[in-house]
């Protein structure tokens, strides 16, 4: 299993910096990923904000949006990604987390997954993998995932 945060999940239906890699890391690991359920709310935003921060550059932007939130909608009726719900005691366990790092209680939800799990958690957040690492060393970064990174090398080094 590999818990992906949204992060990453929002590069399978927005064109960003390292949409391939995401796309990649889906299509060799799709059956092993999983979220807690609040990915599909956290992604549907991001489609979402985009939209609305670009209307005034680009005219037809809400058309893509909208195109976006069909594909990640889904995505996820289809269990592209296998959900987890996020239950008092996850929330709990996610607070301690978020208190205990200084970082905000939504990333650590993921993280809590994946300690819970006991799996990797997969992000393109950096700044949350070094505050993290230490807690769960299976927090990765999106480029260690690809298949075209030397082994040893740093994540963005192929």
């Not at 393109?124 to 970064?141: M, Y």
Request: negative net charge; contains cysteine; hydrophobic residues 45%.
């Amino acid at each position: 299993m590999i818990v992906d945060d949204a992060s990453l999940a929002v590069k399978w239906v927005l064109w960003e910096a390292d949409t391939l890699a995401a796309l990649d890391l889906l299509a060799r690991h799709g059956p092993e990923l999983c979220a807690p359920d609040t990915l599909l709310v956290e992604v549907g935003a991001v489609i979402v904000r985009y939209a609305n921060d670009g209307k005034s550059r680009h005219p037809d932007i809400a058309g893509d949006a909208l195109e976006a939130l069909r594909k990640w909608t889904d995505a996820w009726a289809r269990q592209a990604v296998r959900p987890y719900p996020v239950n008092a005691r996850r929330l709990h366990e996610a607070g301690k987390l978020a208190i205990l790092l200084g970082h905000p209680i939504k990333d650590c939800i993921y993280l809590a997954l994946a300690i819970e799990l006991g799996c990797e958690l997969a992000t393109c957040d950096r700044r949350f993998r070094d505050r993290a690492r230490e807690l769960h060393p299976g927090i990765r970064l999106l480029p260690e995932y690809s298949v075209t990174a030397s082994p040893g090398a740093e994540p963005g080094e192929a």
